[in-house]
């Protein structure tokens, strides 16, 4: 009877402590399902062997970045062409989009003012003709005693003074545009350069002040180089290098790229926007690139840099946000938000921000999260 009982008691005691040590595992495994379920980000799986997992790796790739932009002239191949004397436009030979020549001419301008430089022009000439004349006279007059020698410098001087009214008289009327052997009232307008009337603020009857206040009559530029000019807002200002190669892509010209240089980065944000303007220099065969035109630019980093790359596939997008899943150990995933850089052509995903290269992602994004959905 004493074996009995003493044998009762001690199954009564791992009884015990066998309810005791199972209650503690129920509470500490409720208490960590309590922690996991206040964490959205944190999902159970069952069955997750099921689902296959890659490794995050590491790839030498060149930072790109993909922007709009717009062409635009390359301003130090652009002339304003300007009147220097006022008037009306009575005749003009070209519009907005022409190809020009240098030296083409472009309009004509009566102009009051070329009417009375020439006015001037032919006084001078009138008063220079009297006054050599009178010198001679002068000269003839000194060598026969008839005069004294301060009336021949008197002379001479008058005559030099002259001169130098005329010469005056011819330069300003080049400087407005005309021959100083060829009066007229007519004001002719040529092409200072060769290039593609960009800009036009001049038509038939327009009255043409002069150039202190007033816009100039067209803009010429050389198109054979152009800029493009991008917004980079501040976030993506780092990745941009000048020196960095750019790619142009135009839907307008769909089957062709374009290479170009950044040869400026802006020092300067827009506060609306919070963007800097980027300019890219670029050749343009056949003229093709016309300014005004939309375009998209993509920046090549000139020196590779290690990234973090995974499977596409292992990225869904959700909520316009890009997610991939993590395997924590057992049952449990985590959902991670990431930044994405491009897509490789052989099918792998740039990570910029994220993720760590000792990680591990589940292959299949789409399909782990429709079997979580499904649970």
């Not at 635009?72 to 652009?78: A, K, Q």
């Not at 004397?85 to 005749?91: C, K, L, M, S, Y």
């Not at 004001?187 to 009857?205: D, F, M």
Request: proline fraction near 5%; aromatic fraction near 4%.
């Amino acid at each position: 009877m004493k074996l009995t009982s003493g044998f009762s008691a001690s199954l009564l005691l791992v009884l015990a402590l066998s309810n005791g040590c199972s209650r503690g595992t129920s509470e500490a495994a409720k208490a960590t399902e309590a922690i996991t379920s206040t964490d959205p980000n944190i999902i159970r799986m069952e069955n997750p062997d099921r689902f296959a997992l890659a490794d995050v790796s590491i790839r030498q790739l060149a930072d790109e970045l993909h922007v709009n932009g717009m062409v635009t002239p390359d301003v130090n191949r652009s002339v304003p062409v300007l009147s220097l004397a006022g008037g009306r436009a009575v005749d003009i030979r070209v519009r907005l989009g022409d190809e020009v020549h240098k030296g083409q001419l472009l309009v004509r301008i009566n102009s009051p003012d070329l009417s009375a430089a020439f006015s001037d022009l032919q006084k001078f000439q009138a008063d220079e003709l009297l006054a050599r004349k009178q010198l001679a006279r002068a000269e003839q007059l000194y060598e026969r005693g008839a005069i004294a020698q301060r009336d021949l410098e008197a002379a001479q001087d008058a005559e030099a003074k002259a001169k130098v009214d005329l010469v005056t008289a011819e330069q300003r009327v080049r400087i407005l545009g005309a021959d100083p052997k060829n009066p007229t009232p007519l004001l002719e307008v040529r092409a200072p350069i060769s290039g593609t009337i960009v800009e036009q603020n001049v038509t038939g009857g327009t009255g043409v002040r002069s150039i202190d206040n007033s816009p100039n009559l067209f803009t010429i530029a050389d198109l054979s180089r152009v800029w493009v000019l991008c917004d980079a807002y501040e976030d993506a200002l780092a990745r941009v290098h000048l020196g960095d190669i750019a790619d142009i892509h135009a839907n307008a010209i769909p089957d062709r790229v374009f290479k170009g240089k950044v040869s400026n980065i802006s020092r300067v944000l827009d506060p609306s926007t919070r963007s800097a303007k980027v300019r890219i220099e670029i050749d343009n065969p056949g003229l093709v690139l016309r300014s005004g035109m939309f375009v998209t630019a993509s920046f090549k980093a000139v020196k590779p840099r290690d990234r973090v790359v995974i499977p596409a596939t292992a990225v869904i997008r959700m909520h316009d946000k890009d997610w991939v899943f993590l395997p924590l150990g057992g049952t449990q995933f985590r959902r991670q938000e990431v930044q994405l850089g491009a897509v490789l052509p052989d099918g792998v995903q740039e990570v910029r921000a994220g993720l760590d290269f000792q990680s591990k992602v589940v292959v299949d994004a789409l399909q782990f999260s429709n079997a979580s959905e499904a649970q």
